[in-house]
C-alpha cells in the first residue's frame, strides 16, 4: 500500500506563501498524486492534482520531482481562510488504485 | 447538481442499535466510499465499492456492513453500535475510480453512540 507522510502541523502568515511537502516513496508508476483540503465540520474538497513535473490552476501550484517520490503543494500568498487540514493521496496499485487512503495530514494554521 | 447526499446528518444512538447511513450520489459516478474520521484525526477508509456490484474492505471494516443498492446509492449499517464508533462518517465517490479524478465528498453524519 502506497503510504503518504506529511508534516503533523505548520504555521504561517498572511500574504505569506505556503509549501507542504509529501512523501510517498512506494508511489507506482501510474499513479496519480491529489491533494485535498478540510475545514472543520466540512468534507474535504479536492485542490488539484498531478502527475509529474508542474501543476497550476486558480488555487494552487503542485511540484512533483522526476522520481515522484514526494510532492509538494504550493499556497501562493495564504490568507486566514486558507487554514485546515491539507491531504496528499495516492492510490494502492494492488486494489487497481481503487482504494483511497488518506494519510494524516497536515494542519495549517495561518495568523495575521 | 445535490451532488453526494447524506442521511441523516446527526443519529444518537445506545449501546447495541443499529441503524443505517444512507448515501446517494447523482453524478453518475462508479466509485463510492465510506470514511470515518474521529475528532482532531485523519479519514480513515471503512469500506469501499469500485463499481456497482462489488465491495471492499477499507482499513476499519469490523462492525460495519455495506450494500451498494445501485450505482447511486452506497448505505454503510452498523449492526450493534459501540461507543467506539462515535464519529463523523464521511461517503464520497469519483467517476471512474482509482486515483485519477476528483472525489466528491458529503457533509457527513454525525453519529453519537452513548
Known amino acids: 500500500l502506497a503510504k503518504t507522510t506529511q508534516p503533523i502541523s505548520m504555521d504561517s502568515y498572511e500574504g505569506q506563501e505556503v509549501n507542504i511537502t509529501c512523501s510517498h516513496n512506494?508511489?507506482?508508476?501510474?499513479?496519480?498524486i491529489t491533494w485535498y483540503q478540510q475545514f472543520p465540520s466540512q468534507g474535504p474538497r479536492f485542490i488539484i492534482q498531478?502527475?509529474?513535473t508542474k501543476v497550476t490552476n486558480e488555487v494552487a501550484s503542485l511540484f512533483i520531482p522526476a522520481d515522484r517520490k514526494s510532492s509538494t503543494l504550493s499556497l501562493p500568498r495564504v490568507s486566514l481562510s486558507d487554514t485546515a487540514v491539507y491531504y496528499c493521496l495516492v492510490g494502492d496499485k494492488n486494489t487497481g488504485f481503487q482504494k483511497l487512503v488518506f494519510g494524516t495530514g497536515t494542519r495549517l494554521l495561518v495568523s495575521p | 447538481n445535490a451532488g453526494v447526499t447524506q442521511t441523516p446528518k446527526f443519529q444518537v444512538l445506545k449501546t447495541g442499535q443499529s441503524m443505517t447511513l444512507q448515501c446517494a450520489q447523482d453524478m453518475n459516478h462508479n466509485s463510492m466510499y465510506w470514511y470515518r474520521q474521529d475528532p482532531g484525526m485523519g479519514l480513515r477508509l471503512i469500506y469501499y465499492?469500485?463499481?456497482?456490484?462489488?465491495?471492499d474492505k477499507g482499513e476499519v471494516p469490523n462492525g460495519y456492513n455495506v450494500s451498494r443498492l445501485n450505482k447511486r446509492e452506497f448505505s454503510l449499517r452498523l449492526e450493534s453500535a459501540a461507543p467506539s464508533q462515535t464519529s463523523v462518517y464521511f461517503c464520497?465517490?469519483?467517476?471512474?475510480?482509482?486515483?485519477?479524478?476528483?472525489?466528491?465528498f458529503g457533509e457527513g453524519s454525525r453519529l453519537t453512540v452513548l
Open positions: 512506494n508511489i507506482a508508476t501510474n499513479d496519480y
Open positions: 498531478g502527475y509529474k
Open positions: 464520497a465517490s469519483n467517476k471512474q475510480g482509482a486515483n485519477t479524478g476528483e472525489l466528491f
Open positions: 465499492s469500485a463499481s456497482e456490484g462489488t465491495t
